[in-house]
C-alpha cells in the first residue's frame, strides 16, 4: 500500500500507507485487550467503548487495504471522504455492502438501511440479532454508540444497565462473540489477497 495518484491502466492508489495500516491493526487488538481489562473490573461502559473501537479498527484497516476494489464498486464515497473521518456506522455500511459481512436481503419493498433511525423500538436493537454477522453487527454498532455519544444514550428507549453486572456481563459476551465473528470475517477477506 502506498499514497500515489493511480494512473490508468497504473498500479491502484492507496489513501492508507503501509505503515497506518499496520498501526490500526495493532490498534485494534490493544483495544481488545483493553476491553478485556476493563470487563475483568466491571468497568462495563469501557469495556462495551473498547470493542466497538476493536471492530471500528479492524474494519477501517480491512477498508484500506480493498480501496481500489471498493473505488470501483463505488463504495469508497461515504458521508466523509476522508477514511479516517468514517465512523463504525459507516465502516459496517461498507463491509455489509461489499460483500464482506453478509446481511439478510431487506424484505420486498424495503430499502437497505444506510443509517438506523435515531428513534426504535424495543424490538429494534434485538431485530438485527436474528440476521447474518453483517446484521449482528448493528447491534454492537448502536450499544456502541449508546455508550458513547450521550445524544444516542438518551434517545434509545432500552439502554444498557452499566451498575447490573450480571445483564453487563452477558452482553459484553454477546457484543464479544458477535466481534470474533466479524474478525473471522475479515481475516477470510483478507486472505483473498495475492500473495
Known amino acids: 500500500m502506498r499514497q500515489s495518484d493511480s494512473e490508468p491502466g497504473g498500479p491502484p492508489a492507496f489513501t492508507?500507507?503501509?505503515k497506518?495500516?499496520?498501526?490500526?491493526?495493532?490498534?485494534a487488538g490493544n483495544l481488545h485487550t483493553e476491553a478485556e481489562r476493563c470487563r475483568d473490573c466491571g468497568r462495563w461502559a469501557a469495556a462495551l467503548f473498547f470493542l466497538g473501537g476493536s471492530a471500528e479498527a479492524a474494519l477501517l484497516s480491512t477498508a484500506g487495504v480493498f480501496e481500489p476494489d471498493l473505488r470501483t464498486a463505488g463504495l469508497w464515497n461515504p458521508p466523509k471522504g476522508d477514511p479516517t473521518k468514517w465512523t463504525l456506522g459507516n465502516l459496517g455500511n461498507i463491509a455489509r455492502n461489499a460483500g464482506w459481512l453478509p446481511a439478510q436481503p431487506p424484505s420486498a419493498g424495503q430499502e437497505?438501511?444506510?443509517q438506523r433511525p435515531a428513534q426504535g423500538g424495543e424490538e429494534d436493537i434485538f431485530t438485527c440479532l436474528d440476521g447474518e454477522t453483517g446484521d449482528a453487527l448493528r447491534f454492537v454498532e448502536r450499544l456502541r454508540n449508546m455508550i458513547a455519544h450521550p445524544g444516542a444514550y438518551v434517545r434509545e428507549p432500552l439502554r444498557p444497565d452499566?451498575?447490573?453486572d450480571e445483564n453487563m456481563r452477558q452482553t459484553y459476551e454477546l457484543m464479544d462473540g458477535i466481534l470474533a465473528a466479524v474478525f473471522v470475517r475479515l481475516t477470510t477477506q483478507m486472505q483473498t489477497l495475492p500473495g
Open 162 to 164: 452499566t451498575t447490573n
Open 16 to 18: 492508507m500507507t503501509v
Open 112 to 114: 437497505i438501511p444506510r
Open 20 to 27: 497506518q495500516f499496520k498501526e490500526l491493526v495493532e490498534l
